[in-house]
């Protein structure tokens, strides 16, 4: 800061600086030679004329200012910000007081309720509630939901905070890809600062039955040999292995076999030593169901015939001599066949 002039009062050096301080002369501080010393031996302005002419100096360092209006002696609490213009923007003025910066300890959390197994499945991706808790965060904040799945596919929903807690209910996550699912929580102050909270569950809504059968052979057609050993077998896609998988054969003559197993690897089953001759000839039921991770059901059900008697035909005829008369006598000839 520029001094403006130096000023000796009684011997005491003071520098005058542009702000209109005063401050002392520092002892071994040199005087620049450029800057006006007025010179003041005698602080009582009655005592010597000369200092009258020195006041007059020092005078054309300030500005004088005279009042030529009505004015007004402030008090205690006097509102010195005036009133603002009809066009002002001020915060002050019109918005009341700034908004609060967000706290440090403040938090927030959010929860995909998927019924605790981690899938979102086929009953549930069209209701899906999403809820959450905020720490040191007002009541009526809005807070920004996002859920996202692998393909870049999203979702955004709003929700307000409420004694720490926040909901959106009945979030339709149908149009999400298959696989996994990340929901974003997040709020952020005026001032740029946020926080997140985030929650993963898997949107798994596939399950379905291929194939059902009884082994048959070439022919489709359980016969009396393949009905008291045979081989129930099927296969599932889009459900784990290690699935219980129930078989039941429905068919005349005898109530209902019901048999469990498990899928393998390939999605895979298969019941050995079935005894099928309990039931009389005729059509077969054959249903497989199972259940999924994410709890999707999937059944398949396909029908088989089964025929176990064999049959032998016979006729007689005529016999005849070689030139085609009949001999009168009747002779058996076998002609037929058996099934």
Do not use: C
């Amino acid at each position: 800061m520029a001094v403006q002039a130096y000023l000796n009062l009684n011997g005491v050096v003071w520098k005058l600086m542009e702000d209109g301080s005063l401050v002392p002369l520092e002892p071994g501080e040199a005087v620049l030679p450029d800057v006006p010393l007025l010179e003041f031996p005698d602080s009582n302005p009655e005592a010597d004329p000369a200092s009258s002419s020195s006041q007059s100096s020092l005078a054309s360092f300030f500005t004088n200012v005279s009042r030529d209006g009505a004015g007004e002696i402030p008090s205690s609490g006097y509102d010195t910000r005036g009133v603002a213009d009809a066009g002002e923007s001020s915060r002050d003025a019109k918005q009341g007081p700034p908004p609060d910066l967000l706290p440090n300890d403040a938090g927030i959390s959010i929860r995909i309720q998927d019924g605790g197994d981690g899938y979102v499945n086929r009953f549930e991706q069209d209701a899906v509630d999403l809820v959450g808790t905020t720490t040191d965060i007002l009541d009526d904040t809005v807070v920004d939901v996002i859920v996202l799945d692998a393909q870049g596919g999203s979702v955004t929903f709003t929700a307000v905070v409420q004694d720490g807690r926040f909901s959106v209910p009945g979030a339709d996550l149908s149009s999400l890809a298959e696989g996994p699912l990340t929901a974003v929580a997040t709020y952020q102050d005026p001032y740029g600062n946020r926080v997140t909270g985030t929650d993963d569950s898997i949107k798994d809504t596939l399950a379905s039955g291929v194939d059902v059968e009884a082994a048959t052979g070439t022919d489709d057609v359980v016969n009396a040999v393949e009905a008291v050993d045979n081989t129930l077998s099927g296969t599932f896609a889009d459900v784990q292995a290690g699935a219980d998988v129930e078989v039941t054969v429905s068919g005349a003559g005898h109530g209902d076999l019901v048999f469990t197993t498990t899928l393998d690897a390939s999605g895979h089953w298969s019941i050995p030593d079935v005894d099928l001759d309990v039931f009389d000839d005729g059509t077969l039921t054959l249903t497989a169901s199972t259940v999924d991770q994410a709890g999707n059901p999937a059944t398949i059900t396909d029908t088989v015939d089964m025929d176990t008697q064999a049959a032998i035909t016979a006729e007689f005829v005529d016999a005849q001599q070689p030139d085609g008369v009949a001999a009168g006598v009747a002779e058996p000839v076998f002609a037929g066949g058996y099934r």
